[in-house]
């Protein structure tokens, strides 16, 4: 119900079914054809992953977006979601701003996963034998390197606005002209360039 009020709030979208558990989250999002799915981990009779798997995975047909969205912020529901076909997974507590912006980045062909965890897979990936970074099409400021830094710690755009005392609009201005410069995809690409350049600790 909560992200129905949600996502009915913004001008363009639409909530265009419900689901009461995974198999009919399938059935359904099979029959209507949604631009984007929306599925929980846990979930009766068929899991959130399952369901992914089945609308986005290897073996879909004709296959669906999916974001996943939960509470169990954990590395193998991560790892597995992506694996299945996911193009975003975010915690619930993430908060509505992030939800929308999950939605859209997924309409988008983008994939947009919780800051929290995208530093944390970057740990993981952390390689440093895998040398330097490329170099960005186009010089970084001073401000935009502060902002790149801030992406890589896993803060939504409210919280730098909040950190820089800068509207989250003029962050998010900011970040977009950063991955311009960068050819970075998303936030992702954003954090990956900070960490291989080392201007993370």
Known sequence: MG???ILDSQPDMEVIGEAADGLQAVELAAKLRPDVVLADIRMPRLDGLEVTRRLAGPEAADPLR??????FDLDEYVHTALHNGAC???LKRSGPALLVEAVRAAVAGDTMISPSITVRLLK???NPSRG???QPLEALTERETEIARLVAKGLTNAEIGTELFISPGTAKT???NIQRKLDARNRVGIAAWVWDSGLVG
């Open 3 to 5: 992200f129905r009020l």
């Open 174 to 176: 900011h970040i977009a």
């Open 88 to 90: 975003g997974f975010l």
């Open 66 to 71: 999916v974001v996943v969205v939960t509470t």
């Open 124 to 126: 993981h990936l952390q």
């Open 132 to 134: 330097r970074a490329p």
